[in-house]
Nanobody, 117 residues
């Protein structure tokens, strides 16, 4: 069992930056692929970015490439999402997820990100 706790969300203006953090419980963090997803009001949850166990391989959605960067620190059981040049359409609840192959087995409670224009 893995428990995930996100933090770092908030209300910012367009063009600002935020860094989300997700801390995982347990001593097997390095065996999990980690990811970030988001869900805007009235929309389905969508993939944002993911990172493999070692941190050497990352994937990100087209709409965040060049703006968002995912990273992890296995010594701290933490995965990050650095978000730069935020846009109003990035407003959503951001969820952290973990999985042995694809990050979908365990989910955090989410952290709200609101970007004003």
């Amino acid at each position: 069992q893995v428990q995930l706790v996100e933090s770092g969300g908030g209300l910012v203006q367009a063009g600002d930056s935020l860094r989300l953090s997700c801390v995982a419980s347990g001593r097997t963090f390095s065996t999990y692929s980690m990811g970030w997803f988001r869900q805007a009001p009235g929309k389905e949850r969508e993939f944002v970015a993911s990172i493999r166990r070692s941190g050497e391989t990352t994937y990100s959605a087209d709409y965040v490439q060049g703006r968002f960067t995912i990273s992890r620190d296995n010594a701290k059981n933490t995965v990050y999402l650095q978000m730069n040049n935020l846009k109003p359409e990035d407003t959503a609840i951001y969820y952290c997820a973990a999985g042995l192959s694809y990050p979908s087995e365990y989910w955090g409670q989410g952290t709200q990100v609101t970007v004003s224009s």
